[in-house]
């Protein structure tokens, strides 16, 4: 499903003339399985974030190879990469990053607008995402309007209005209180065993890593380790 290859990364920062190197990921090799829930664990400043940038193609890999799905993505160009992008992967945030102008509708429509489809397709898809997370009744609510954990999922909603095959989740859990990081763990279970999508999803979170079939340890830029659930028990 994804598979890295001799991935490096280093950002340039600096004015010109007094550029400053800062490795960040270091020959990374990494293997995703379709339907896999992939823990990516690691301290702050590890690259957890910069690795899902790269696999997303927000940013391109100094050096090495990514495939999604057999395509070799980072020969794609901006364009190329921008609709790639919208046809594979959904995206969720710690911060759930939902405008705060539109409704919780408005919010979960958003990538079927951008996609090009139709209002009465887009009602039905949107109704029948919101009724999937829960939020039928909060439909016209804006997002100063909800809990958090009902905004976390709406930004799940929109996550996988456009049926993505892949889910990138960066601190999902982060600002939830334990019962609503223990309902959107739940939910991410029952998407991954009832459409098969995976999940990457970053954490710092004991209970997250936990349900995830796989886990990989981030240090200092490096994979320090892959470990596979089950082995002991
Ligand atoms: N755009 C950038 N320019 C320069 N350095 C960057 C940039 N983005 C990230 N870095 C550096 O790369 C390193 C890894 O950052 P990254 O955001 O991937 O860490 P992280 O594992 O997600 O950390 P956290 O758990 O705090 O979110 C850090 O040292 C950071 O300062
Ligand atoms: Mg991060």
Known sequence: MIEINGMS??????K??????????????MRVEQGDVVAIVGRSGSGKSTLLNLISGYIRPTLGEIRVMGRTVTKLSEGEWADFRLDHFGFMF?????????????NVELPLVLKGVGLEQRKKRVNALLERVGLTEYASHYPGELSGGQQQRVSVARALVLNPPIVLADEPTGSLDSENERQL???IGELNREHGITFLI????????AV?????????????????RGWND
Do not use: N, Y
């Open 9 to 14: 990364h280093q950002f340039v920062i600096g």
């Open 16 to 29: 010109k003339g007094k550029e400053r190197i800062v490795p960040v990921l270091h020959h990374i090799d």
């Open 94 to 106: 710690q911060s759930f990053q939902l405008i705060p102008s539109m409704t919780a509708f408005e």
């Open 185 to 187: 763990l739940a939910l």
């Open 202 to 209: 970053i954490t710092h979170d004991e209970q997250v890593a």
């Open 212 to 228: 995830a079939h796989h886990t990989i340890t981030l240090q200092d830029g490096q994979i320090r380790a892959q470990q596979k």
